[in-house]
Antibody, heavy 121, light 107 residues
Framework: EVQLVESGGGLVKPGGSLRLSCATS????????LNWVRQAPGKGLEWVAS????????YYVDSVKGRFTISRDNGGNSLYLQMNSLRAEDTAVYYC??????????????WGRGTTVTISS | DIQVTQSPSSLSASVGDRVTITCRAS??????LSWYQQKLGQAPTLLIY???SLQSGVSSRFSGSGSGRDFTLTISSLLPDDVATYYC?????????FGQGTKLEIQ
């Protein structure tokens, strides 16, 4: 069974840091692009970052550039999001999502259940 | 960056109705659009990929159409279980962008 399980969320003060993890199983990890998507309380979905199969191409939404870093460990089948200089507006549920590869587009086929990040003093 | 405008933001319909949700991209994105359903308190699930391809396991009551800038998600015969928020995603090129969401309710 394909699974993505996020962890690492919590309560952090503004200016602090967190490292989110996404542990995966049930598929060949290195074959897939991966993404982080977040959802602030009561708001819509926001794509945050993506990484290609080997970690050589990374993209970010403008609001997190220079503060967040996406990375992956193909040997350990895990995805990460290092979040620094956190702000109140980063408060959200953070999901990892795996891209569908049987197509020439990048639909987000498999999602984790999310981990909650709260930024508050 | 490519922007996506989704409408309507909310929708109320009756069981058995045909429902349509639209997304317009700020530039042509070929077939690089997907649709998601998010029920309250749950992670999103993929309904449609490549604009019109039905994801495995998804009811055939859901269909997608469009290419270029304009796209449509149609639910052919609404069921109570379809109550959810629906999102489109421009997955043609990073940075990817979601539509604003459509909250679907049953009258």
């Amino acid at each position: 069974e394909v699974q993505l399980v996020e962890s690492g969320g919590g309560l952090v003060k503004p200016g602090g840091s967190l490292r989110l993890s996404c542990a995966t199983s049930g598929f060949i990890f290195s074959n897939y692009k991966l993404n982080w998507v977040r959802q602030a309380p009561g708001k819509g979905l926001e794509w945050v970052a993506s990484i290609d199969h080997f970690g050589s191409e990374k993209y970010y939404v403008d609001s997190v550039k220079g503060r967040f870093t996406i990375s992956r460990d193909n040997g350990g089948n895990s995805l990460y999001l290092q979040m620094n200089s956190l702000r109140a507006e980063d408060t959200a549920v953070y999901y990892c999502a795996r891209v569908k590869i049987e197509t020439d587009t990048d639909a987000f086929e498999i999602w984790g259940r999310g981990t909650t990040v709260t930024i508050s003093s | 960056d490519i922007q996506v405008t989704q409408s309507p933001s909310s929708l109320s319909a009756s069981v058995g109705d045909r429902v349509t949700i639209t997304c317009r991209a700020s530039q042509g994105i070929s077939n690089g659009l997907s649709w998601y359903q998010q029920k309250l308190g749950q992670a999103p699930t993929l309904l449609i990929y490549a604009a019109s391809s039905l994801q495995s396991g998804v009811s055939s009551r859901f269909s997608g159409s469009g290419s270029g800038r304009d796209f449509t998600l149609t639910i052919s015969s609404l069921l109570p279980d379809d109550v959810a928020t629906y999102y489109c995603l421009q997955d043609y090129a990073a940075p990817y962008t979601f539509g604003q969401g459509t909250k679907l309710e049953i009258q």
